[in-house]
């Protein structure tokens, strides 16, 4: 099994530049999340879908969109790029709500804005 | 606003000794936690997850979780080089929606 796939790896883009981050996951996983992690701090949630056609807002969402049409892909957009955006940006799935198996990460997209 | 608090560290140990790393939660209804390892430039990976009171020991690894005082832990005993890393904290941010609330890590350092 692949597991979590993130493309990307690596991005920079310039100020004002629009990018969208790939996120796919072939364990037929429901739940499906969006980090940020800033050098040294945790992880801060963007966007996060509980299944096929549901989103909704994280703790960071300004800045970004998401869409969720399959089970298997949840893209992440940014739009209007902004340094403030300079991350390394982790996609998550896990199969059941608090369950003991904890995520699944993707390998994380470094993204620089300048 | 829940919070899950980890101090940054780093923290620095021998080769061979217990590494002790403490995390505390605001929510007093949380019930699980997890704790994940980061190594640098890498993603993190699940190592332990504790639900109820008490110690939880997985090999070299034991979660101490002390619902009262709202501080659950992580020990690592005879630690190794490759132990070094950073240690994330993380509890249940909502009963249905699986997301997580990370504490900022501790990193932590084992020397030969």
């Known amino acids: 099994n692949a597991g979590v796939t993130q493309t990307p790896k690596f991005r920079i883009l310039k100020i004002g530049q629009s990018m969208t981050l790939q996120c796919t996951q072939d364990m037929n996983h429901n739940y499906m999340y969006w980090y940020r992690q800033d050098p040294g701090m945790g992880l801060k949630l963007i966007y996060y879908?509980?299944?096929?056609?549901?989103?909704d807002k994280g703790e960071v969402p300004n800045g970004y969109n998401v869409s969720r049409s399959t089970t298997e892909d949840f893209p992440l957009r940014l739009e209007l790029a902004a340094p403030s955006q300079t991350s390394v940006y982790f996609c998550a799935s896990t199969k059941q709500v608090a369950g003991y198996e904890g995520y699944t990460f993707g390998s994380g997209t470094r993204l620089t804005v300048v | 606003q829940k919070e899950v608090e980890q101090n940054s560290g780093p923290l620095s140990v021998p080769e061979g000794a217990i590494a002790s790393l403490n995390c505390t939660y605001s929510?007093?209804?949380?019930?699980?936690f997890f704790w994940y390892r980061q190594y640098s430039g890498k993603s993190p990976e699940l190592i332990m997850f504790?639900?109820?009171?008490g110690d939880k020991e997985d090999g070299r690894f034991t979660a101490q979780l002390n619902k009262a005082s709202q501080y659950v832990s992580l020990l690592i005993r005879d630690s190794q080089p490759s132990d070094s890393a950073t240690y994330l904290c993380?509890?249940?941010?909502?009963?249905?929606?699986?997301?997580?609330?990370f504490g900022q890590g501790t990193t932590l350092q084992v020397k030969p």
């Open positions: 504790i639900y109820s009171n």
């Open positions: 879908s509980v299944g096929a056609g549901i989103t």
């Open positions: 929510d007093r209804g949380s019930q699980s």
């Open positions: 993380a509890a249940p941010g909502s009963s249905n929606t699986g997301k997580l609330i």
